[in-house]
C-alpha cells in the first residue's frame, strides 16, 4: 500500500516528518505539492461555494485540499493507495488497514456524526470515482459546494465504506490509535505562536457576536475569532510531535537548515524549535 500525503509548501515540513513515520514502518509514501499542479493553481483568488457562501480559493496554508481528488489520477497503482493529509501521522503500522479492504469498488475513510471525512481515504485507483476536471468545473462553475464535494455527497452512499476512527483519530492518542490527525489547526504544535496563515471560514455575524462577547467579557469561540496559533491542549500530542520531528532530524529527513529556514518563512516556530534536540551536525 503506497501512502499519498497532500501538501503545500506552508505544510513541508509536517509532510515530511508524516511521510517519516510511514516509512519507519516500511511503507512506501510520496509528498504531493499543489505548486506542481497548474490545473489546481490557476483557480488561486477565483470564488467558489462554501456552505452556501461566496468566497475566494486562497493560496493559503489550506491550499492542497483538492489534490485528494487529483491524487488516484495520478497513481498507476492497482491496488489500494492511501490519501492523507499532512497533518496525520502513523503511530502504529497503518498495513493493518489491509485488513479491512474487501471491495476495490469501495471507498474506505473514517465517519464522524454519519459524514464521512476525507482527509484519509483508501481506495484503489483503478477504479474511477470521479472525474477531477469535472469536479473542478462544477466547483469553480458553483455547481457543487466545496463542503458537500468534501462530504463525498456527489457519490452514492452505497460506495462508501466505514472505518475504524483509529486510522483517522482527531487531536487525542489513545491505546488504539494508528494514525493521530492533527486536525485543529490553530493547535498544530508546531505552529505555537505564530500568526495564523488561513482563512476562518465563518459569517461576519458570527464573528461580531464573538468580537462583542470578548470586549464585554463573556465566554467566546476563539477559533472564529482568535489570531494566533495556541498550545495544543494535549500534552502527550505535544510530546509525540516533538518526538516524531527529533526522529526526522535524526533520520537526516529534515536538516537543521529545513528548520531554521521554515521558521524564518514562519511555517514552523520558534517555541516547537526550542523543543527539539538540535545538534551542530
Known amino acids: 500500500m503506497k501512502i499519498y500525503i497532500q501538501s503545500n509548501r506552508i505544510q513541508e515540513i509536517a509532510a515530511k516528518v508524516s511521510s517519516e513515520t510511514f516509512n519507519s514502518f516500511g511503507l512506501s509514501s510520496k509528498i504531493v505539492f499543489v505548486e506542481d499542479y497548474k490545473e489546481i493553481t490557476k483557480y488561486f483568488g477565483k470564488s467558489y461555494l462554501r456552505k452556501g457562501k461566496k468566497v475566494i480559493f486562497k493560496d493559503d496554508l489550506q491550499s492542497f485540499t483538492l489534490l485528494r481528488f487529483l491524487i488516484p489520477e495520478l497513481s498507476d497503482s492497482k491496488s489500494p493507495i492511501m490519501i492523507i493529509d499532512p497533518d496525520i501521522f502513523a503511530i502504529k503500522n497503518p498495513i493493518s488497514i489491509l485488513n479491512e479492504i474487501k471491495n476495490d469498488q469501495k471507498l474506505y475513510c473514517t465517519f464522524i456524526d454519519n459524514k464521512p471525512r476525507t482527509e484519509m481515504m483508501v481506495l484503489n485507483p483503478k477504479s474511477k ?39 483517522n483519530s482527531l487531536d487525542e492518542i489513545n491505546y488504539e490509535t494508528v494514525l493521530l490527525h492533527t486536525t485543529n489547526r490553530k493547535t498544530q504544535p508546531w505552529k505555537e505562536g505564530l500568526k495564523i496563515d488561513f482563512e476562518v471560514h465563518a459569517s461576519k455575524f458570527n464573528k461580531f457576536c464573538n468580537y462583542f462577547k470578548k470586549i464585554i467579557g463573556l465566554k467566546y469561540n476563539e477559533e472564529i475569532i482568535g489570531n494566533y496559533y495556541k498550545k495544543h491542549p494535549n500534552n502527550e500530542v505535544i510530546d509525540y510531535l516533538v518526538k516524531i520531528f527529533n526522529n526526522a532530524y535524526k533520520n537526516n529527513v529534515i536538516s537543521k537548515d529545513d528548520l531554521l529556514n521554515f521558521s524564518k518563512k514562519r511555517y514552523i516556530s520558534n517555541d516547537f524549535l526550542k523543543k527539539l534536540e538540535l545538534s551542530n551536525k
Open 129 to 167: 470515482f470521479w472525474s477531477f476536471e469535472k469536479i473542478l468545473k462544477d466547483l469553480f462553475d458553483l455547481k457543487i459546494d466545496y463542503d458537500d464535494l468534501f462530504k463525498l455527497k456527489f457519490l452514492s452512499y452505497s460506495s462508501l465504506e466505514k472505518l475504524d476512527r483509529k486510522y
